[in-house]
């Protein structure tokens, strides 16, 4: 099988991401091209397909086109016409050590932001992703997102505890943070790139039964802080 033709997983896509950004800031490509080509990576399944968003940018490369020499009928590895001999080695077990590492179990929590190890992880990939209602909110939030809607909303959900640090990592994507009246947020650790981050609620200091920190890397999106629809106009009549 071709090199080309190779399946590619989510953190080749992600790293395709990565380029087209730096080819962004190097000004070769506008954002119009970025968002088309993050979108085509987003959607690509095959190397070949993936490297078609890098083959005009200079310099820019994500794997070879090197395509190994097939094997002869008989499945046997030939070099310089003659069968690989052998291997004389025999396989050793793994060492024993006295107190071995600790590795955590399939599907245990993913430690996330500020050594949480309970933190609830929001991923989207070309998608709607919306957290409403009673849910149960960790001491801390995980959003890794790639040109997705998301909305958290907080004004209903059950909280562990009053803080509650919120880590980004997004491309292209629109997030907006819905949280009661009387909670504040703290927005000063987003960085955005070509994006923004609107605080529109109290910044602190921590009061209430919820304050937001908010920290981590916005790309070409944005990230909004705000209260639910019509919380100004019930102010304005006294509701």
Do not use: C
Not at 194 to 210: C, E, F, I, T
């Amino acid at each position: 099988m071709e090199a080309r033709n190779l399946r590619v997983s989510d953190a080749e896509r992600e790293h395709v991401g990565e380029l087209l950004q730096k080819a962004v800031g190097q000004g070769m490509l506008s954002l119009g091209e970025f968002t088309e080509r993050m979108d085509t990576a987003l959607a690509a399944k095959t190397r070949g397909e993936l490297n078609s968003v890098l083959a005009d940018l200079p310099g820019i490369t994500l794997i070879s086109d090197y395509d190994p020499p097939a094997y002869p009928n008989s499945g046997q590895p030939m070099y310089q016409g003659q069968p690989y001999p052998a291997p004389t080695y025999q396989p050793q077990p793994p060492p024993v050590h006295p107190n071995p590492p600790y590795r955590a179990p399939v599907g245990a929590p993913v430690v996330g932001a500020y050594g949480a190890a309970n933190a609830a992880v929001i991923r989207g990939r070309m998608a709607t992703v919306t957290r409403n209602g009673a849910w149960i909110v960790p001491p801390a939030v995980v959003v890794d997102t790639r040109m997705s809607s998301v909305t958290i909303d907080f004004t209903r959900a059950v909280m562990q505890t009053q803080v509650v640090n919120i880590s980004i990592d997004d491309y292209a994507s629109s997030i907006s943070l819905i949280v009661p009246e009387e909670a504040t947020v703290d927005m000063n650790g987003v960085e955005a790139v070509g994006g923004s981050a609107s605080n529109k609620v109290r910044s602190g200091p921590q009061m209430g039964p919820l304050h937001l920190v908010v920290h981590g890397k916005v790309r070409f999106g944005s990230v909004t802080a705000k209260h639910p629809f019509g919380t100004t106009i019930r102010k304005m009549f006294g509701s």
